[in-house]
């Protein structure tokens, strides 16, 4: 089990992938049959959606997170030129398929789904957004990962079953992690004083995942800062790891990140630069009315 601050309850993460791994369409784009787009109260910050075998859902998103799922960007920095709106307002967008592209869909892995749904989604942002863009590399800040000069401190796991059916890499990482659990009955979003209390004491164990998520999992933590994460380790299959960790401005007297990397799971995060494939933003703007 992992509890960390991307597995909240009742949230359904449309999480990316890790640096450099933007989409390159090479065939027609695929786009959805019906699509809605809404602008929705700014106010409300907790965003919440999902894709079906049917279906694209985000509700209260940003433009700069359905840029995140449809491009696969894992870090702010590879998004440029964006305007500030697409940060500030907030929308509800859903689009539909039909139940011929439903059909054609389900012939396809999981992994060319996705695929085709993040390709239905930069049709979306095209054609009700007005996007154009084109990708540029750029040297940006990144960390390494290594294996520290005392060893790896995790266990190479092979009497477990895989907690991701297919432990290869895929295309897009986050697409095969396990969902969160569904909230419990009468669970509610932490206020803002109960959400400091979490961060104070957080864990991370990942048996039976492949190592390549655990890096995604290290990668998406605030104390990187958005820094893109190369793993240099050459480590690959499953290992068991498990890590304990406290936010660096809380009151815990726990570890903080990056000593907790390095004494518990036995790595190393280097502060380097390394080129980034980025999303280049040449123009967007407010939607279209349904």
């Not at 597995?7 to 699509?35: E, R």
């Not at 919440?48 to 049917?54: F, T």
């Not at 605030?222 to 299959?237: A, C, F, H, S």
């Amino acid at each position: 089990m992992i509890l960390t601050r991307l597995l909240l309850p009742g949230i359904l993460l449309l999480c990316s992938t890790a640096p450099a791994q933007l989409l390159h369409p090479a065939s027609p784009m695929p786009s959805f049959d019906v699509v809605s787009v809404r602008p929705t109260d700014p106010n409300q910050e907790l965003s919440n959606g999902g894709v079906s075998p049917d279906s694209y859902r985000a509700e209260r998103t940003t433009i700069d997170q359905v840029l995140a799922y449809a491009f696969g960007l894992g870090y702010d920095k590879e998004l440029v030129n964006a305007p500030s709106w697409t940060a500030n307002e907030h929308f509800d967008i859903q689009g539909k398929l039909d139940d011929h592209q439903v059909a054609a869909l389900h012939q396809l892995s999981r992994d060319d789904r996705e695929q085709q749904m993040r390709l239905m989604v930069q049709s979306l942002l095209a054609e009700r957004f007005h996007l154009t863009y084109h990708l540029e590399t750029h040297v940006l800040p990144v960390y390494l990962l290594e294996v520290a000069k005392g060893g790896l401190k995790c266990s190479r796991d092979i009497t477990s079953k895989p907690a991701i059916a297919d432990p290869s890499r895929p295309r897009f990482r986050w697409s095969t992690a396990p969902a969160p659990p569904p909230p419990p009955p009468g669970w509610h979003p932490p206020s803002p004083s109960e959400q400091k209390t979490l961060m104070q004491s957080l864990h991370l164990r990942t048996k039976g995942w492949p190592f390549w998520l655990t890096v995604t999992m290290l990668s998406h933590q605030p104390e990187l800062q958005g820094r893109p994460v190369i793993d240099k380790t050459g480590l690959e299959g499953a290992y068991d790891c498990e890590m304990n960790w406290s936010q660096a401005n809380s009151d815990s007297t726990g570890q903080f990140f990056f000593t907790a990397v390095h004494d518990q799971l036995g790595l190393t995060l280097h502060p380097s630069k390394g080129p980034v494939e980025v999303l280049v933003i040449d123009s967007i703007s407010r939607p279209s009315e349904n």
